[in-house]
């Protein structure tokens, strides 16, 4: 076992599942994931000047590698900004893994700022759209995610991760191999419904 924040083991999670390029815009909510990446020659984060330029080039990279793309924003506007990219992965059924930042879990309800309920708003759009509520469960949900996206009929899933939450320190599997990879595949879901909120 080994002890790292939250947002060290997403960094962690996606670099073990093959990941080698994070395109987004950075906030200070995703902060624990940049340092996660910081040094690391298996994994990088590609700055854009526009969320939606993210959405949609790890759309592009998806589509041209048959590989997860990963956009990431922060919370409120930048999440708000990735939603036209997210809705044509979706239609172009593309594997890609949607990060957002959220306001503190304390803060959650309380109108704090660019708080939005992201998790509604993506899932008409996503195949499963989550929230992490535990540190400990960072890893998992990552690599989960990625083998929803990757499963039946492709397309992308939506990861919702609190500020507080990231910067929590848990214990993880130090040789936890990617679960999408030795699973089996997931049916496609219903036509025209929708991926559900959930919590992890």
């Not at 900004?81 to 803060?107: C, E, F, R, W, Y």
């Not at 704090?112 to 509604?120: K, M, R, W």
Request: net charge negative; proline share 6%; charged share 20%.
């Amino acid at each position: 076992m080994v002890s790292m924040t939250a947002g060290h083991a997403v960094a962690d999670a996606l670099a073990k599942l093959g990941v080698r390029h994070v395109i987004g815009m950075a906030g200070s909510c995703m902060i624990e994931i940049l340092d996660g990446m910081y040094g690391r020659d298996d994994i990088s984060f590609l700055t854009v000047r526009h969320e939606q330029s993210a959405a949609l080039m790890a759309d592009a990279y998806a589509r041209l590698t048959g590989e997860v793309g990963v956009c990431m924003a922060t919370n409120g506007p930048g999440a708000t900004n990735l939603v036209t990219g997210v809705a044509h992965s979706m239609m172009a059924q593309s594997p890609v893994l949607v990060i957002t930042g959220a306001p503190m879990m304390k803060d959650t309800f309380r109108e704090s700022t660019q708080e939005l309920d992201q998790i509604a708003m993506f899932a008409p759009m996503v195949k499963w759209s989550v929230q992490v509520r535990k540190p400990e469960r960072a890893f998992d949900v990552i690599n989960e995610a990625c083998h929803v996206a990757t499963s039946g009929v492709p397309g992308p899933v939506h990861v919702d991760l609190p500020r507080d939450v990231l910067n929590e320190t848990a214990e993880y599997s130090e040789n936890g191999a990617p679960a999408h990879q030795v699973r089996a595949r997931l049916p496609p879901p219903p036509r025209g419904g929708g991926g559900g909120g959930g919590a992890a």
